[in-house]
């Protein structure tokens, strides 16, 4: 079944699989996700990934969840900011912080997608997909 907006799938994923307290989460993979699981692994909010190819076109992510010694996930909220009905762009001056700072932005600019603080620190703004704490 195709998906109109693949971003919010793999956050709706990641967030039920995280919810439900299973080990991993198999996503269908595209350069772009596995661009945005690199970055939650990163970051600190995922174990690990495992990237299995069927083609050039095909394939799937296991996404292997992270969680504190007493079961609570490290992922506490994803949020979807930009969407295809619209999209929402921001200067790297506008790029916003929550959380004290504990909380992730991800922006897809012009050099690739990357986390806020590094596309303020590159003077980079662009599309704000999602925020992750």
Same mark, same amino acid.
């Given at each position: 079944m195709a998906v109109s907006d693949p971003i919010a799938d793999f956050l709706t994923r990641i967030r039920n699989g995280a919810r439900a307290q299973h080990r991993y989460v198999d996503i269908p993979w595209s350069k772009l996700k596995q661009h945005l699981t690199e970055i939650l692994k990163n970051q600190g909010f995922i174990e690990n990934y495992l990237v299995?190819?069927?083609?050039?076109? %095909?394939? =799937?992510? %296991? $996404?292997?969840?992270?969680? =504190?010694?007493?079961? $609570?996930?490290v992922i506490q909220g994803l949020k979807r900011m930009s969407k295809p009905g619209l999209r929402q762009y921001v200067g790297y001056a506008d790029i916003p912080r929550f959380f004290g700072g504990m909380g992730v932005p991800i922006v897809s600019t012009s050099q690739g997608i990357m986390v806020g603080n590094e596309a303020t620190q590159k003077k980079l703004g662009g599309e704000l997909l999602c925020l992750v704490w």
């Open positions: 299995k190819l069927d083609d050039s076109k %095909r394939g =799937t992510i %296991r $996404v292997f969840l992270k969680y =504190t010694n007493s079961r $609570v996930p």
